[in-house]
């Protein structure tokens, strides 16, 4: 199938249609790092919620940078799926990962915060 009326069209307009398994993947893919982004937004919300034993100013610091976070994934996996999907259709090896670290990172540093508040 040609990429004609298939949005975005830089991924369609090269390349062949692959396996559909293989697009059925890299979406499964996408929509788990959908499911992050909105467990990133939901913290974040969470945390002018939930009373814990914060200063003011690292409860809603912390709660910005998980609100930003979440949509910096949100972002980067439609990319990722993109880019993924261009090289699948391509034949080319799968683009890496590159904002992986930077998620996990404020992954661990919230958690590095928020735990000491909790007990």
């Known amino acids: 199938m040609s990429g004609a009326g298939r949005w975005p069209q830089w991924v369609y ?23 992050t982004a909105f467990a990133l937004l939901t913290a974040g919300a969470a945390l ?10 690292a409860r809603r610091s912390l709660g910005l940078l998980l609100v930003c976070t979440g949509i910096a994934v949100a972002v980067a996996s439609w990319l990722r799926w993109a880019r993924a999907e261009a090289a699948i259709r391509r034949g080319e090896a799968l683009p890496s990962f590159r904002f992986g670290l930077v998620f996990a990172t404020v992954t661990v540093v919230a958690a590095l915060i928020v735990l000491p508040a909790t007990w």
Not at 14 to 28: K, L
Not at 48 to 57: G, I, K, M, N, R
Request: proline share 6%.
């Open 13 to 35: 307009r090269e390349g062949e249609d692959p396996d559909y398994r293989f697009s059925f993947a890299n979406e499964r893919t996408f929509l788990a790092w959908i499911r």
């Open 48 to 57: 002018e919620v939930v009373d814990l034993a914060l200063p003011e100013v």
